[in-house]
């Protein structure tokens, strides 16, 4: 039985991660599913934007399942983080059509890794946000450590993790680690908003404008360099050829995505 309900509106892809009376925990076969579908969504010429959320009003995701890695030896620990990484959460942050998190309830440790992976954030205002891993004796695997404090800064970064503490959404925006509060009921229709917003541009761009941002966190990637090539790429799609006439034209764009 799959760990994950698939829905489209028009062209926006819906992942909504539903196992509820677990409060949504990452357990493998989900982390393996989701992978699937954000990869499988990101090659569908239909699909734009990409909205992931968690089933029930209660969470998100409230963490990596903790059930399966509590017998773990360092060596099988070191291999869960790593596949974490490959398999999901660099996956999804590197993906060319952007992620929106619909952070609908408690975001827990892998819950709040895989909202910080997605592009952009939204929460509904009973959210409740952390990397609690330091109470079960680890540290966050799934790039919680790196992702938190590029999106709230070194400080609060280490604050969070260190107390293990869980912050309300309203904190979680006023640091920058969430785009928008809004009520529950709002939720799924301000994640819309954006994802249709975002459909109108040129998918050519939005996937090089995401490579380009992505670059700036990559320490081995010069973001300046990488955003002049980039730059300069764009001139010879159709996309811009129809962007530039269209405006022109004073008309709107109808960008064949290539
Ligand atoms: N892994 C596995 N199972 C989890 C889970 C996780 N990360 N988080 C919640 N669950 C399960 C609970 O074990 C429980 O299952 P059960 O009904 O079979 O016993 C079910 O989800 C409901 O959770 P419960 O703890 O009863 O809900 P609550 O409202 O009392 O508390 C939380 C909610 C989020 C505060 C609490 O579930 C929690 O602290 N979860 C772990 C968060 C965490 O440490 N995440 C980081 C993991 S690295």
């Given at each position: 039985m799959s760990n994950l309900k698939i829905e489209k509106n028009g062209s926006?892809?819906?992942i909504t991660i539903n196992r509820p009376d677990k409060l949504n925990a990452l357990n493998k076969a989900t982390i393996?599913?989701?992978?699937?579908?954000?990869?499988?969504?990101?090659?569908?010429?239909?699909?734009?934007?990409?909205i992931i959320t968690g089933a029930g009003e209660k969470a998100f995701v409230a963490g990596a399942d903790i059930s399966e890695f509590a017998n773990y030896s360092a060596e099988e620990?070191?291999?869960l983080s790593q596949s974490g990484h490959t398999n999901l959460f660099d996956l999804v942050e590197n993906?060319?059509?952007?992620?929106?998190?619909?952070?609908?309830?408690?975001?827990?440790?892998?819950?709040?890794?895989?909202?910080?992976?997605?592009?952009?954030?939204i929460a509904s205002s009973n959210a409740r946000m952390g990397l609690p891993e330091v109470s079960l004796g680890v540290i966050p695997g799934y790039g919680g450590t790196q992702r938190l404090a590029q999106l709230a800064g070194k400080g609060k970064?280490?604050?969070?993790?260190?107390?293990?503490g869980m912050i309300k959404a309203d904190e979680a925006?006023?640091?920058?680690?969430?785009?928008?509060?809004?009520?529950?009921?709002?939720?799924?229709?301000?994640?819309?908003?954006?994802?249709?917003?975002?459909?109108?541009?040129s998918s050519v761009a939005i996937a090089a404008a995401i490579r380009t941002v992505n670059a700036g966190f990559?320490?081995?990637v010069d973001g300046f360099q990488k955003e002049i090539e980039e730059f300069g790429k764009c001139f010879e799609t159709e996309d811009f050829k129809e962007g530039t006439q269209a405006f022109l034209g004073?008309?709107?764009?109808?960008?064949?995505?290539?």
């Open positions: 926006v892809e819906i393996k599913e989701l992978g699937d579908a954000v990869t499988a969504a990101a090659a569908s010429k239909e699909v734009t934007a990409i620990g070191k291999a993906t060319e059509k952007p992620v929106i998190a619909a952070v609908n309830g408690f975001a827990l440790g892998g819950g709040l890794e895989l909202a910080m992976a997605c592009h952009i954030r970064a280490m604050e969070l993790i260190a107390t293990a925006y006023q640091f920058g680690l969430v785009n928008h509060v809004v009520e529950q009921a709002e939720l799924m229709d301000k994640a819309m908003e954006i994802a249709q917003q975002i459909s109108k541009n990559n320490k081995k004073k008309r709107k764009p109808n960008f064949p995505g290539k």
